[in-house]
Structure formats: C-alpha cells, structure tokens
C-alpha cells in the first residue's frame, strides 16, 4: 500500500473530475470519516495496492499498516485501476461514491434496465430522462426510474443532440454498471 | 606568382600553392578579398583538373571517381602511448582457413545426435556426439585384443586438447612480439610461460589496469553487487531503493507532504475548469425570467432596459447573482 504520487493523482482526479465537477472537492478534501476508534472525523485519502487505487478513510489506512503487504487484499472501496501502460479506469465499486456527486445524470426506464445490466450501451429509446447541460464524452451516471444508481458511461452525444437523434442511437457508452459484480466477479 | 604546377592532394581535395606572394602589401580588406578570391579560383580550378583527370564510373546521379589516399599528413586525431589498438597477427588456423579459402560458418543452434535420435545442442551439457554416450565400440580388424577402445579415445581426446593449447599458446606469442596482447593477458604474462626468461614484463599502464580491475570485478555470477568491498574501495552507486514513494501513514493517517500534493493537483484541476463553474446562459436565462415575472407583477410598467443579453466572452469567477451554480438549481 502506498499513497500516489503527482502523476497517478492527476489522472484519478481527471477521471473523477469527468464524472463530479466540482464537487471533486467534496470527496477529495471536505468529507468526514465517521468510521473508526476516534472522535473527531478524520478525512479521506487514496491508497495504491497493487494498480488498485482505493478511498479509504485516514484511520482506516493506519490500521490496515498491520496487515502484511503481500496478505492486503484490498482496504476501503476500490475507485479504479491503473492499467499496464499507466492509464486509469474506474471501476464500479465506485458507483455510490460517483452517484452522490454526479453532475451528469441519466435515468432509464424499466425495460431498458435489464440490457444496461448485461453490459451493452444505452440507446435512447431506453432514456426516461437526462439532465441538461451534458456535453459529449461527459462522465454520466446511470440510474434507474427509482433513483438507483445502476452503473456509470460516457455521453456520446450532448443533450441538445439528444433531442434531435433517432432512437436507435446510442447515448451512453457503457463504462460499467452493477450487473459486473455478478458477470465478472473474478476480474474486480 | 607562378602559373606552374600547384601541388594537389585530391585525397583530402585541397590545392596548395606554396609560391604565392601578394605584389603589394594589401591595403584594404576589399583588396585582400578580391585577390584572395581570384587565387582561390585558380586552386579550386587545378582541383577540379585533377578530378576529371581520375577514371570515372557511371552511376545514375553522375560520374563517380574514387579518391586516391591522401597524401598531406595530417596531425594525429587519437593520442599515441599504446592507447591504439594495434593489430593482432593471424592465429594460426586463420592464416590455414585463408589457405584453403574456408569461409566462416554460422554456427546452428541444434544438431542432430545420432546416438538418442534426438536434437541436442553442440557443446556443453547434454551435447550431441559425447563420448560418455558410446555404449558399444565395434572391434575394428587392426584392433589388439586387450586394449579398451574406451581408454584409447580418452587419450586421443585429451592429446588434442594439449595440442590445442599449445597452438594457443603460440598465437599468444606471436601476438605479444606485435605488441597486440589483449589487457587482460598482458598482466598475466608474467605467470604464463609467453614472454621467456630474458625480457622483463613491461610495467603496465594505469587504463590497462582499470579494465581489467573492472573485468575482474563483475566476473562473478551476480556481477559484482554482493562481493566485500576492500577499505577504499567506492561504494555502490545505487542505494537500496531505486524509487521514492511518501510513507503509507505518517502519524494518524495523511502525511503534510500528501496532503500538499492532493490539494495542489486539485486546485490545478479545478483552475483549468474555472471557466465552466458559471453558465453564463443559464444566469442570464434565469435572470430574464426574474425580470419579467415581475414585471408581470407590477402590471408591465418598466421598459425593456433592464433586461440583459447574454454576453459570449468568458468569465473567469464574476458572477452577476452571487454563488449561482449551473447545476440545476430549482428556484
């Protein structure tokens, strides 16, 4: 385990900035850890295990020093990966973390809900409703009619586009949804 | 000035006229430029002679001419003091293979063993054609009974081994009376039986020494890293880790120096996205919605001057309704 350094913390915080905007600065620096021994709320950091970047809180990350470096699994909730050639994705363990900040959101109806789950791209016959403002390849996150976050994507067409498309388009590219944790529960 | 034979050295391509005198001391520097100028073409004219004098072949850009060997000699480039390598005469299986016109072989990486049937490598473990894999010899007529075959090809094996060394021996003399000992071997030639009794080993020079110290010094299986050092001797150039990383937890969770990083890459991030905080629009959307819900109020009494357009220049943090927000806000 150890923290990032500049290069790594930059592409985490531009992937999740696509995603939240400025609400970055809530996650990064103003939230409280209420979890843990002590008293007064600690903050949140990013730790590195193995290409793994997770959001853990300060005192978590001090009691997870005793866990041998080889033995840690995992600590906290995993944000993302850092691939072989150094690039960042997020993964879906995310998805509460984005869904709480999201800038861009999407809802979709009930019978598109299934499709989404199996992975494939949002069209936009499957679309309920879409918050204004999105421009393309924005960090959008899914939810269904409920108000259930369901996975997150990227725009691939700005909402006035939106409106004039067929409805055979894809809207959002498929990035990751929570259907994962069952069809892919060796890879997270 | 003479008119006569220039010397030219087309190897390096250059005219020299060693009779030139200036008739009068030059008293400007247009002089100076001119005269030089008009003997300069004389020279450059006496080369180009020279050149179209040279058999020529054809070549597609033009007629090609090979240069003879320069004949000015030109000041050394490299410094002397057995630092050039000198070349080493031919051992004596090049001076046979030239001989009989032998070419050089690539070597295989496989042979086939007749011996198991399979394909094994050529020299060391496991190689093709060992001799400890005969099971059988066939008695041949001339054979004595009572002598081991086994035994006789140990001897002859061993008897070309020695001839070997010997014939590498030799090379190693004939190269040392050239002066072209490879460095290592040169230090070791006062042990080896190469230089004679009468002459003195010459003292060796300090790069020669280095090389071999160097040689010497990584010739282990792990290269060197885990050998004691003597008192004196440098230590390695690279400490334990090759990479920095801050500490997991400093005191009770983020260490200063983490904190700092996050918060700066942060404000970086969120200063290059500065520019999108307000939708300039959507404020002035709103405000005109403002403006004439009231106007409605009031029964349509003010003019059209209060109304804003929107502006398409970009505002860096102004902002015309305090902490408006483009993220849908509802009023």
Redesign the interface.
């Known amino acids: 385990?150890?923290?990032l350094?500049?290069n790594e913390?930059?592409a985490v915080?531009?992937k999740l900035?696509k995603f939240v905007?400025?609400n970055?600065?809530n996650i990064?620096?103003e939230s409280q850890a209420h979890e843990g021994p002590?008293t007064n709320p600690?903050?949140y950091?990013?730790?590195m295990q193995k290409n793994r970047v997770y959001y853990v809180?300060?005192?978590l990350?001090?009691r997870a020093?005793n866990v041998k470096r080889d033995k840690l699994v995992s600590l906290g909730t995993q944000i993302g990966k850092f691939t072989k050639s150094g690039k960042f994705h997020l993964t879906v363990q995310c998805l509460n973390l984005l869904a709480a900040n999201a800038?861009h959101k999407v809802w979709l109806k009930p019978t598109s809900e299934t499709k989404f789950l199996y992975g494939h791209s949002l069209k936009k016959d499957g679309v309920g409703r879409i918050?204004?403002?999105i421009q393309v390849n924005n960090g959008v996150v899914v939810f269904s009619m409920s108000d259930v976050p369901l996975g997150f994507g990227d725009a691939a067409k700005s909402t006035v586009d939106y409106r004039k498309m067929d409805p055979n388009g894809i809207v959002v590219h498929h990035h990751a949804d929570i259907g994962e944790y069952l069809r892919m529960e060796d890879d997270l | 000035m003479e008119e006569a034979q220039y010397e030219v050295d087309l190897g390096n391509l250059m005219a020299f006229d060693q009779h030139h005198q200036f008739a009068s001391p030059p008293v400007s520097r247009e002089e100076i430029v001119k005269e030089t100028t008009e003997q300069a073409t004389k020279l450059v004219q006496a080369v180009a002679d020279a050149l179209f004098s040279l058999p020529s072949t054809e070549d597609p850009d033009g007629p090609l001419v090979k240069l003879p060997e320069p004949t000015t000699k030109l000041p050394r480039e490299k410094p002397m003091k057995g630092k050039l390598p000198k070349p080493r005469p031919p051992t004596q299986w090049e001076v046979f293979a030239q001989q009989k016109g032998i070419q050089k072989r690539k070597k295989e990486k496989m042979a086939y063993d007749e011996q198991t049937g399979t394909w094994k490598r050529l020299h060391g473990y496991d190689r093709v054609n060992d001799d400890n894999d005969i099971p059988i010899i066939e008695a041949k007529a001339t054979d004595e009974p009572g002598t081991d075959p086994f035994a006789e090809r140990r001897k002859e094996k061993k008897s070309r081994v020695d001839k070997q060394e010997g014939n590498r021996l030799k090379n190693l003399k004939n190269a040392q009376k050239a002066g072209a000992l490879p460095s290592h071997i040169q230090l070791a030639a006062t042990a080896l039986p190469i230089t004679g009794t009468q002459s003195q080993p010459k003292r060796v020079s300090k790069d020669v020494l280095q090389n071999v110290a160097g040689m010497a010094a990584t010739a282990t299986a792990s290269g060197g890293k885990f050998d004691k050092k003597l008192p004196g001797e440098k230590p390695l150039k690279h400490e334990k880790k090759y990479r920095k990383y801050l500490p997991a937890v400093e005191g009770s969770g983020m260490g200063t120096i983490e904190k700092q990083q996050t918060e700066s890459v942060l404000n970086r991030l969120m200063s290059k996205h500065s520019h999108q905080i307000l939708n300039v629009e959507k404020a002035v959307n709103m405000h005109n919605a403002k403006k004439e819900k009231n106007q409605r109020r009031q029964g349509g009494q003010s003019s059209n001057s209060g109304k804003f357009k929107a502006n398409k220049k970009s505002f860096k943090k102004t902002s015309k309704k305090g902490p408006s927000s483009s993220k849908g806000k509802s009023k």
Do not use: Y
Request: glycine share 10%; with cysteine; aromatic share 6%.
């Open positions: 385990m150890r923290p350094d500049e913390t930059v915080f531009n900035h905007g400025n970055l600065k990064v620096l002590e600690g903050r950091c990013f730790r809180s300060e005192s990350v001090k020093t800038k918050t204004e403002g």
